[in-house]
């Protein structure tokens, strides 16, 4: 997908928020902003909001030196997930349907994303499971059942901290020792990294990779090699996120796509009002050889 | 008002929409944008958000040639306004308090403002009303009261088209023959100016001026002597919108604001959350010897 004009007015407030992570100091955000200001303007508009988002990100830490201005925004966010963590288990514990009251809960979780909102508290993330229980569940739910019966490797894209505690619901319903975790190579944003999914315990649950690559989506150009082995070899790719959405939405594999749709141009593109939960497909042809059999093939 | 940071995302969204006025030319729309965040990144922030937004338009306007981008959202928002208007007035005729409510609706009508977002509903409009209606009553409403009871002159300064059509009913409280009704110099985003007093029939039951200024605001080094004369020779001075509450705020003058809090910059200036209908007072002492004397002096 490439990157709207649509997205420049949320660049330039996503740079005036990191700037407000990484120090106090209301001159330098100022002189900050000027600079992504003269930046954006050169940008090219070619690349998908995740490859503009890194560039931008990257120079934001080239310019101060900090590589982790969301680290403590990170820590909050898990530990705020966490405390949530007995009571979402209790709902799918009770759930006339397990699988899909998590996987309602893990599209619930994206709403703890610092790309596309300045700021999420905790009320905002409440309401964010009422709305995910209650909503009609459409989308590629039987696909996504049908693949997950045959399926005997899963590639899970995680996105951001804290919410890859309620992905932790999702991948305990998926069989875990299929299920492989990847999340980004490096801190960009409050994407989840290797340092998340320890501080939250998913690296007990479930063998956790790193992709290399400190896009806020899945760049397979900029990935390394062993995250790519396993992207291309697994029959079934659940990614989260809009980020993860925007990279690969396209791609001829076979990935169902989890995410809470947060912006207008995101929300047009799936053709559902801002704010709704949206599980979809990759457009590409999906599987080829490595798809595993259907069970009643 | 100084401009805070949080602004310029706002103007790059802004100048993003004001270029979708000017063509359906997604080439021209990338070329201003561009040009705009090259510019941006240089401006003054010492100055009111208006006077940047005035420099910012009145930039795209000579870029393009068109002197009126907005002359068809106008057109639409008055006839919206109007076709609203029966209802209104019926609203206001049976109120238990009419000046309460024509207030009231003059503050719902603040809605239909371009510079704050895309693109105003019909239906945005007449939740705006029914919030109106309902919200807390609180603010500087006793003050107003007392203001008019001895005020021989009364300065209107109205912020856009449509909106001034909601305006009318409370101009029609306040004994029209000692209001002045005054509107932008020339066309600013979706800004009331003379047409627009004109075509919803303003001009029949109020002296209308304009101010001689194109700025999203009132800024009265750049408004016309007459303008002037009038503004500090007013008893009482009623301004609409965000606008006029960014520029006239901190003005030594006995000016009421009415307008709804649209943005957070706003919203935490006078404490209440975005969205809130506001009815707020200069904050520099009011009057001076131009106030007329109260009733029990």
Same sequence: chains 1, 2.
């Avoid at 905790?122 to 309401?127: A, C, D, E, H, N």
Wanted: a negative charge.
């Amino acid at each position: 997908m490439k990157t709207s004009l649509d997205c420049i007015p949320c660049f330039v407030r996503q740079a005036l928020d990191a700037a407000r992570h990484l120090s106090a100091d209301m001159t330098f955000h100022e002189r900050l902003l000027r600079d992504v200001l003269r930046w954006t303007s050169e940008m090219d508009l070619n690349h998908s909001p995740p490859v503009l988002g890194q560039r931008i990100h990257r120079h934001l830490r080239e310019l101060t030196g900090n590589d982790d201005p969301y680290r403590q925004a990170k820590e909050d966010q898990n530990r705020m997930a966490l405390e949530l963590l007995p009571e979402l288990e209790a709902m799918v514990a009770s759930a006339a349907d397990p699988l899909e009251t998590a996987i309602r809960l893990a599209m619930a979780g994206n709403v703890i994303d610092l790309g596309a909102k300045s700021a999420v508290t905790p009320s905002q993330v409440r309401q964010s499971v009422q709305q995910a229980l209650s909503e009609p569940f459409a989308g590629e739910a039987a696909a996504l059942r049908q693949a997950l019966s045959t399926a005997q490797s899963i590639l899970y894209l995680a996105d951001n901290a804290g919410e890859i505690v309620f992905d932790r619901l999702l991948i305990e319903q998926l069989s875990p020792p299929r299920v492989t975790l990847a999340v980004r190579g490096a801190p960009i944003i409050n994407d989840a990294t290797l340092a998340d999914a320890r501080a939250t315990g998913l690296d007990a649950l479930v063998a956790v990779i790193d992709n290399g690559s400190d896009a806020p989506g899945t760049v397979l150009e900029d990935c390394n090699e062993a995250f790519r082995r396993y992207y291309h070899e697994a029959n079934l790719i659940i990614a989260k996120g809009q980020g993860n959405f925007e990279t690969l939405s396209d791609a001829p594999d076979n990935i169902f796509f989890l995410f809470q749709a947060k912006c207008p141009v995101i929300a047009a593109h799936v053709g559902q009002p801002v704010g709704t939960h949206i599980m979809t497909r990759s457009t590409g042809p999906s599987g080829h050889n490595k798809e595993t059999p259907h069970a009643d093939d």
